[in-house]
């Protein structure tokens, strides 16, 4: 077998022989090249869905969303109007794109704060006091979560799914003795959408004694004893990264 790049003997000027490379088979060639713009264009079409993504993430997060053409979408990404419709059928389609990044990289940076803690009930109350502190550490966050409402205890990502782990992991240790996770889930959603909604229309009514006052309470609808809870609600919160471009 003749390999593409052997070494083979070629006379040399004084009846000898020397080595030199076979040339390529210009079907290979051919083909080699085709493979290398595929992937150049590959890339250039995973780059220009990402600036659209993108875009409709900084859109979200400056609470103009629903109220962006796709023009915006398309100049706020850098991209020419007609990339957008080679990615996306519809602005909704790149909007619950966009939407289900954003839950992600909060769920994530809850993942940080929660580094480290094995109890179900640290977690809990870590998790829901810095996002009950939203309103004024992230209030692009906060809006783009209200804008969610009850939604999004159904997402598959984000906050919700993590939050419902969590409750049952309580239950399987037996810290939390509440009797149904789906309805706990949703009475803390609740909580934490009412939190919200009045720490950005009356933010001089929620600081943080609010917050964990609140967590508090939730932590005694889960089933931990008073004292417990409210220990748990004042422990010292490690840092967040809470940049939606975290």
Not at 24 to 36: D, H, I, W
Not at 139 to 163: K, T
Not at 190 to 209: I, K, Q, S
Request: a neutral charge.
């Amino acid at each position: 077998m003749v390999l593409p790049y052997a070494l083979v003997d070629t006379p040399g000027a004084a009846g000898g022989s020397s080595p030199r490379r076979a040339e390529l088979p210009s079907a290979l060639m051919s083909s080699s090249k085709s493979a290398q713009a595929t992937t150049r264009v590959d890339r250039r079409k995973a780059r220009t869905r990402e600036a659209l993504v993108e875009a409709a993430v900084a859109l979200i997060a400056d609470g103009r969303g629903e109220r962006a053409s796709i023009s915006e979408i398309t100049e706020t990404a850098d991209v020419g109007f007609g990339s957008f419709y080679n990615h996306f059928e519809s602005k909704e389609q790149l909007f619950r794109t966009a939407s289900e990044r954003l839950l992600e990289r909060w769920g994530e940076a809850i993942d940080s704060a929660c580094r480290g803690l094995t109890d179900p009930a640290e977690v809990f109350a870590v998790s829901f006091r810095v996002s009950g502190r939203l309103g004024w550490t992230n209030p692009p966050m906060a809006r783009f979560l209200l804008g969610c409402g009850f939604e999004v205890i159904d997402a598959e990502l984000g906050l919700a799914p993590r939050a419902l782990r969590d409750i049952k992991a309580g239950q399987a240790s037996g810290r939390f003795t509440v009797r149904e996770a789906d309805v706990a889930l949703s009475a803390s959603a609740g909580a934490l959408l009412g939190l919200l909604r009045h720490g950005l229309a009356e933010p001089d009514h929620v600081d943080e004694g609010v917050v964990d006052d609140t967590a508090a309470a939730m932590l005694r609808m889960l089933g931990v004893p008073p004292a417990k809870a409210a220990s748990l609600a004042a422990r010292p919160l490690p840092n967040v990264r809470e940049s939606l471009g975290a």
